[in-house]
């Protein structure tokens, strides 16, 4: 028993001793603070009003968050999985909240926003012409449907259309870009059949509207009973000349669209006498092809001019001014009588030394621009002569950038002549052309902001000749960071709109 003790004994001596070294054995343990978070808050420059959304989604919200906010340095740095969506405290405020897993920031928002009202509708056009884009778009602002006050207020430019001809259908959207409306419209339509054709009549009577119309429902022609089924208020009728007229179905007609040329000979009187026009009108000059194509032109309804060309005329010219004598040539001609006319020539006004040709800084060289120049800068004079305006003036061929021949329309009846323009090109940019970004502005405000962009190396660079005065702001935006500078060319050749961005840290 004693022996057992004394073994016991050893064993407990042994096992203290044991668990000393183990418990002198244990590793240190280093406590780590934890690093403290940005924020952000704080900071003022967060927009928290949001723009019109599409919908209440989380992942919606967020991302309007960050892309309007992408000015704050911290945010930008951030994506939509560092955000998430508190509880909705009413029907348009949410609370935004930079998850606790950041290892870098904190905050959270009270963020404001409003949804885009769906417009989304299906719209039967029912029949219309052709299934070209701008036909579509016309007759699905022309039709009547619901919601129809805030659709008219829709522009075109704010429309996306995706046409199916096969079914007849079409899908118009509204794009992204515009700030209170979305949806997609399904749109249905129908063509409506053409009827288009030339219909030769019998020889009628007179060649009033009335006569020509009862004439054409008895004509032959294609699509016969369809045809015969429109009535006179479907139709318009146009007389063109004593051989001729168009008939056109209006726009009204549901089912039908088109135009009948219509050729006609009329019954004359064997006493009626068939009067020879002798006066001209003001011709451009007195040559003799000049007036055998202007007295061609004033009898073209004269029976027997039928098929003459202006090699069977011969011209006499009179000793006297604006007078000449017209015969007609070969050996079966009707007319053997010779014809005096008379006719006065008009004014050349490229004899006018003091109209302004030279111009400088133009924008372009499209032809109404140049057109517009010339009568802009020339208005005082041309007011003498009947104010000629831009209507009476054409671009001839093809203007460079440097010059152009501008003429008056040979179908102004008192004036001609052309003029030949000089001009210099300004050095234009249109918006978007030229901008410029700060990525890093602190204490941003108009002068800084300009004086920035004045001293910018891009600008420098590119507009070498530019002066101070010569930038000024057409608008300044403070809470989107962004600014348009208005470049006006005082002393030279420089003109346009340019784009300033900046950002802003918020750190001195």
Known sequence: MKKLLTMLGIFSIIGTTMLTVVACDKPSITTITNRTKIDISQVESVVKVLPKLK?????????AFININQHVKQIHELGVDDFELKKQETNNIVIV??????????GSFYIKFGLKKDLSQTID???????????????FFKTEKQQQQEINQLRVEDLLINIDQENSSAKIAIKESDENYQGIFNIKFG?????SQTVELNEIQKNNPETILLAFYKANKKDQDEVNNLQEKDLYINVTSKKSATILIKASNKDYQGSFNLTFKTKTDANEIIQIITKLPKLNNSKDETIINAFMKVNNDVPQFDGLQIDNFHVIQNDFQNKATIEVLGDNQIYKEKFNVTFKLKKDISQLSVLQVDFDKLIGYERDYLINVFVNHNS????????????????KDYPTNSHAVIKVKDNNEEYMGSFLLSYNLLIYFKEGDLKIVFSNFHHPNPENLLNAFFNHPTIRQRLPKLKRDEIDYISF????????????????????????????DGKD
């Open 477 to 504: 935006n403070i809470r989107k960071s962004k600014a348009w500078i208005q470049i006006s060319p005082i002393h030279n050749k420089y003109a346009g709109i340019a784009t300033i961005q900046w950002f802003d």
């Open 97 to 106: 909240s930079i998850k606790e897993s950041n290892k870098d920031y904190q």
């Open 55 to 63: 919908s209440k989604e989380a992942t919606t919200i967020i991302e």
């Open 380 to 395: 005082d004079v041309l007011s003498k002569y009947d104010n000629l305006s831009n209507s009476d003036f054409e671009i």
């Open 125 to 139: 056009l029912h029949k219309i012409n052709d299934s070209k884009n701008k036909t579509i778009i016309s007759a």
């Open 191 to 195: 063509l409506k059949k053409d009827l």
